[in-house]
Each structure stands twice: as structure tokens, then as C-alpha cells.
């Protein structure tokens, strides 16, 4: 920062004029670096930039901004030596050049406009000209409803580009549609969200009565990868009244309870997607639920769940626990190691029936294996081992059969391979009725669940979630008497008892189904949730079971793997033997219990494996008189009932969910 000053003689008709630097090793005052380094100001616009003037000199200082077009300054005094002053500087948009600002600021001393100092070049002022936003332009989004259909809001500005949400009030039976749409959004439920808008546009809604929907998919079977799962399942056998178009699958960690970030989809009759973006080492649960379609209309309904499984690169065995059939006779199933790496696998051993430890169960062996130690496992290839299980059961950390009611101790084979650098840990466990497995006493057993995964069937929770009678829960809330759609014992999946034109009427709640309410205690203790949504889980019986349970604990828990979300309130056919040759008297048409099924009266109580005993709730609504009375179970080992109660009295809850695989 020099400051020059210029001295001319003249000799004769000669001028010479000689310029000197004065002060150029000092400037008399110097500045900081510009807070901000860089500004953009558009035409209208305003910006400050501060320096910081600091004086060199033993002499005090009053300085003024040199004239620069579209800057003003504040007032800069300087004391003595080494005082400092603020500048602040106030670019106006409107007056600053269209090259904009690149030098400066100049500050002379007041009244010497000779001595002028700027900035060393690395700190000059540096103002871009911006261009102006385009102005901001509003478009209205309008809604419209049917009688059954109010949406909120009905009209709407927003800016351009922006989108609006729409919720709508739809009227009990009824479910929202989209009539016409020039917005481009989407309906999900009762929520209606734009597409980016551009221009004024219009949504009309219009209200279809509501349906039953389609059941729970079932064997949900999920194969671990590389940040990816693949998940299968089987069709639902309620259909629901509708056509099936499609499946939807959501998933969350299993340490939590909420499974419901988006997936996958499957278009029907598709039973199989892959869901992407997961974290290797974290261990995920899956949601599956069908899409039902009627009148144009998309409902979707309740969601089976899968077991956890944690994706990983490197070599996965599926199903991580195969879970085998000990009656005798049962199907031989599968395990598949996969290579979810980008590299071959070679095993170091072949598997074998003898490197299980603790031993298979006398009588279960290995059958047949495509894995060897000579061919690799290349990526993204499998191999499977298949196990026949005989009919020895596994047996508790006490070397006492399970059936006993106690947990088996699973047998594991270590699987090693490119010299024990990849490694992977498959268990099997073989069980009967009476042993703890997922939360409960094992009392079903389904052998015709896909090979490639585990047995199915059902448990009951280890512990009561309320006590016998006298000292238990209401069935309904608050005792209150309501007909259900669809859960008494004369409901099928094709004819719901009661319904709208029964004795007892029925009112259907969008999301219900049309139940075997006899045997899917899990259908019929989600249409008692429907209807009783508003109300808290722990004022009613079904309730209690729909909270995550550990089953071996009268309380909810907030989430990992021995947490379950997909308890429900047993059907009269869990709790015990039904309708022809059952201890409950059938009404006119009830139905029976499904042919081979078992019950926990039968399998846990008569063989006195639990200590079940007294009156419990049942999901089943009593088709005599369904307003008032649901099914309970009196568990005796040796002198049981069942029979139909007024829904105010305080019986026992134990709630029952079905295996996963």
C-alpha cells in the first residue's frame, strides 16, 4: 500500500517530473481481511462488509471513504498509534457498476485527499453484481369430496415447484379414491400429496364402500446379502373379497418394534423383491402385506413378519437357525450357504452330521449336501445342505428333552473356508410340542411350510399377560358391547358372521376382514383392534396382545430378538377342541376346528408341560349372541370346558403368535 506523491520542475522549455515512493515500507494505516471475502448483490438488493483500520502512525486519524459508485461507509476514527476502527461498508445493488466491485475501499485522511490508503491486493474488495430471483409466482391447489369424503385443506396457494398435503376425513365403511387429478400426486390411506406444482390445479376425491380386505401372507422367508435381503413368501389363503394385485414389504431393525420403512413391491402374482440400502451387520425384521383391489380402489392389509437376519459380505447360511419337525415322519429342510462377496468361496471341509456340537438329535442326519471343498462357491452361488430330522427332539441346557418345556440348545456347525478366513455359523434345532421356542410353548407344528425354510406353528406365551379369572381383563374396553365384523364361530374367510344383515348386526370398519374367526385368532384379534383403534391396548384383552411381547414376560418390550410384535389373542380352536366331538356345544352353524390342528388344552395342559389352569379369553365372539358374549377356555388338565361369557368379566389373557421362519 504506497502512497505517491508526484514533484515537477521545470528546466527551461524541459518538464521533468520525478515520481517517489514515501512511506512504502509502512503504510500510514492498514486494513484486515474483508468480512466476507466475496459478496454478490443483485439490483435492490443490499450487503455489508466490515474491515477492520488499524494506525501505523504516532499521529491520530479522521477518515473518510474516497467516492465509489453504490458504497457508503461508516465513520472511521483513528487515535493514536496501534487504535483500530470498524468499517463497515453498505453496498447498494442498485448504483454498484455491472462488472461489479474489484478493488478498494480507499480511506483518505479528512482534508488531505493526497494521503489515501486501500487494501494490499489479497484484501481489496470483492462485490459480484447478482442477477434477481424471478419473482414468486402462487398457484392454487383445490380439492374436492363426496358426501363420505371432506379434504382439508379444500383449497391451497403454494409456490412454484412447491407441494401440498391433503388429509382426508372419510366416513366409517368407506375408503377415499382419487375421481380426477391434474395435480399428479399420490393417495396413501387418508393422506393425498402433490406432485411438484406448476400451475393451478384441482384433485377431486370420491368415497368406495370399504371391503374386506386380503389376509396375512404367509411363510415369510427372508436370504440375507451383501447391503440387500431377498424376501419370499406364500400367498395368503383369505383372499379377502377383492383381487390381490400386488404385495408391498417395509422393514425397520429388529431392536426396534416398528417395521415400516418402504422396501419393496411385488406385483401379483410375483411372491419374491429384494430390498436394497441395508447396513451389513445390522440386524433387520421385514413387514409383508397384500394390495387388494375392488372398484378401483387399493387397500392393503395386515403384514406377516419375518425372522431377523443381518445382511453381511461373505458367506451366509439361510435360514441362521432351521428349526426341524421332531414328531416323527418330518420333511427333510434346507439350509443354503450363499456367497454374497464379489470374490469365490472354497470351503475348507464338506459339512457333515458329525460337526454339529452339541450332536444332532439321535435320528436327524444330514441327507444329501451340494457343498464340497473342491468346486468354489462363486459369487453370488450357493450350496445346500439338507437335513432329515428323526424323532428325538433337541434336547435343554440340562440335557432333558425340550417337550420337557424347556428351550432347546441348538446344535452348530462352524463352517470355515478359503483357510478359515470366511466363516459362517448354521444351527439346527428339532422340536415337539411342549418346547420353548420363539417366545412360547411350541403347541402346533406345520411340516408343510416351504423346504427351504423352517417347520411353522404356533406358541403360547410362557407367562400370563393377565391372570385367571376373577383376577384377569374385560374383553371389550371399558366392558362396552359391540357386534365385530367377521369373528364368530360361524365365520368363514367367504360368509363373515356377524356382518350387516346378521340378528345381530355388524357394522364393517375399513381394514377388517372377513375371518375363520374359529381358527385365525390373529385375523379376529385384528378386526376387535380396528374397531377399538382409539382405545389403549391395556384396557382390553386383545389388546394385551397387541403390544411387542418377550412371551416369557407379562409386560411390553421396546424391541430386539427375543421381542415379538405379532402376538395376538388365541382363537377358541388354539385354546382347545371345538364344535363335533369338542367340550364347547356348537351353535347352529358354527364351524369346526381344521382337521389335524392342535390346541393348548390338548398339547401343554392335559400332558401337564404348563401350569396353565382357570378361565381365559379366547378372540371368538359367541355366534348365540356375539354382542355380549366371546368364547373362553376353562384349562384343567383333566376336567376342561369352553363355553360362552358376558364380555364384562375379568378372565385371563395368554397370548399365542405363530413361528417364523
Not at 48 to 68: D, G
Not at 630 to 643: E, K, L, W
Request: glycine residues 10%.
Amino acid at each position: 500500500m504506497n502512497k505517491l506523491r508526484n514533484r515537477c520542475w521545470g528546466v527551461g522549455f524541459v518538464g521533468l517530473c520525478v515520481s517517489t515512493s514515501i512511506n512504502a515500507a509502512l503504510p500510514v494505516w492498514t486494513y484486515s481481511a474483508p468480512s466476507p471475502a466475496l459478496v454478490t448483490v443483485a439490483a435492490g438488493g443490499t450487503a455489508t462488509v466490515q474491515y477492520t483500520v488499524t494506525n501505523q502512525s504516532i499521529k491520530s486519524k479522521n477518515l473518510i471513504l474516497k467516492a465509489t459508485p453504490g458504497v457508503s461507509a461508516s465513520a472511521c476514527y483513528l487515535a493514536a498509534r496501534g487504535s483500530t476502527c470498524t468499517l463497515t461498508l453498505m453496498i447498494n445493488g442498485s448504483l454498484i457498476p455491472e462488472q461489479g466491485l474489484h478493488t478498494g475501499p480507499v480511506l483518505c485522511e479528512q482534508n488531505n485527499p493526497n494521503q489515501c490508503y486501500q487494501p494490499n491486493p489479497v484484501n481489496v474488495l470483492n462485490v459480484v453484481k447478482g442477477t434477481n430471483p424471478p419473482p414468486v409466482i402462487h398457484y392454487t391447489v383445490s380439492a374436492n369430496g363426496d358426501t363420505h369424503v371432506v379434504p382439508n385443506p379444500s383449497n391451497q396457494q403454494v409456490n412454484y415447484n412447491g407441494t401440498v398435503v391433503i388429509y382426508l376425513s372419510v366416513a366409517p365403511g368407506y375408503v377415499a379414491g382419487i375421481a380426477s387429478d391434474t395435480c399428479g400426486g399420490s393417495l396413501s390411506g387418508t393422506t393425498y400429496t402433490t406432485a411438484p406444482v406448476t400451475r393451478n390445479c384441482s384433485v377431486n376425491f370420491i368415497s368406495t364402500p370399504s371391503f374386506p380386505v386380503a389376509g396375512r401372507p404367509n411363510h415369510v422367508f427372508v436370504v440375507p446379502g451383501n447391503g440387500q435381503a431377498m424376501i419370499s413368501w406364500t400367498a395368503p389363503s383369505n383372499t379377502g373379497t377383492g383381487t390381490i394385485i400386488g404385495y408391498t414389504v417395509t422393514y425397520g431393525p429388529t431392536s426396534g418394534t416398528r417395521f415400516d420403512t418402504a422396501g419393496c413391491t411385488a406385483t401379483a402374482p410375483s411372491l419374491t423383491c429384494v430390498v436394497t440400502g441395508l447396513t451389513n451387520g445390522i440386524a433387520y425384521t421385514f413387514a409383508v402385506s397384500t394390495i387388494t383391489r375392488q372398484s378401483g380402489v387399493n387397500q392393503t392389509g395386515p403384514a406377516s413378519l419375518s425372522s431377523s437376519i443381518t445382511p453381511i459380505n461373505g458367506l451366509v447360511a439361510s435360514p441362521s437357525t432351521l428349526a426341524l419337525s421332531g414328531l416323527g415322519g418330518g420333511l427333510a429342510r434346507t439350509i443354503t450357504l450363499k456367497n454374497t462377496s464379489a470374490n469365490p468361496i472354497t470351503l475348507d471341509t464338506v459339512p457333515t452330521a458329525g460337526a454339529f456340537n452339541p450332536a444332532l438329535p439321535m435320528g436327524t442326519a444330514i441327507s444329501a449336501t451340494t457343498c464340497n471343498n473342491n468346486v468354489p462357491i462363486p459369487s453370488g452361488g450357493s450350496c445346500t445342505i439338507i437335513l432329515t430330522p428323526g424323532a428325538i427332539v433337541s434336547s435343554d441346557n440340562s440335557s432333558t428333552p425340550c417337550t420337557n418345556g424347556g428351550a432347546p440348545v441348538p446344535s452348530a456347525i462352524n463352517i470355515t473356508a478359503n483357510g478359515n478366513t470366511v466363516h459362517t455359523t448354521a444351527h439346527v434345532v428339532v422340536l415337539g410340542y411342549g418346547c420353548q421356542y420363539q417366545g412360547g410353548y411350541v403347541f402346533s407344528i406345520d411340516d408343510t411350510a416351504p423346504n427351504v425354510g423352517s417347520i411353522g406353528g404356533k406358541v403360547v406365551a410362557t407367562t400370563n399377560q393377565a391372570d385367571a379369572y376373577p383376577n384377569g381383563i374385560t374383553w371389550s374396553p371399558g366392558s362396552v358391547y359391540n357386534n365385530i365384523w367377521g369373528i364368530d364361530d360361524a365365520s368363514t374367510s367367504s360368509h363373515p358372521s356377524p356382518n350387516a344383515s346378521s340378528t345381530y348386526p355388524a357394522t364393517f370398519q375399513t381394514g377388517q376382514l372377513n375371518c375363520d374367526a374359529a381358527n385365525d385368532g390373529a385375523c379376529a384379534t385384528h378386526n376387535v383392534q380396528v374397531f377399538y383403534n382409539s382405545r389403549a391396548n391395556t384396557t382390553y384383552a386383545t389388546g394385551l396382545c397387541r403390544q411387542p411381547l418377550t412371551g416369557n414376560s407379562a409386560t411390553a418390550c421396546a424391541g430386539g430378538s427375543t421381542c415379538y410384535s405379532d402376538w395376538y389373542l388365541p382363537s377358541v380352536c388354539d385354546l382347545g377342541p371345538f364344535g363335533s366331538g369338542g367340550n364347547y356345544p356348537s351353535s347352529p352353524g358354527s364351524q369346526a376346528c381344521t382337521p389335524g390342528s392342535t390346541n393348548i388344552q390338548n398339547q401343554l395342559v392335559s400332558t401337564n408341560i404348563t401350569n396353565l389352569s382357570g378361565y381365559y379369553w379366547c378372540s371368538t365372539e359367541n355366534s348365540g349372541f356375539p354382542l355380549e358374549s366371546a368364547c373362553y377356555q376353562y384349562f384343567d388338565s383333566s376336567n376342561s370346558a369352553q363355553g360362552g361369557v358376558d364380555k364384562h368379566y375379568a378372565l385371563g389373557v395368554r397370548c399365542v403368535r405363530s413361528l417364523t421362519y
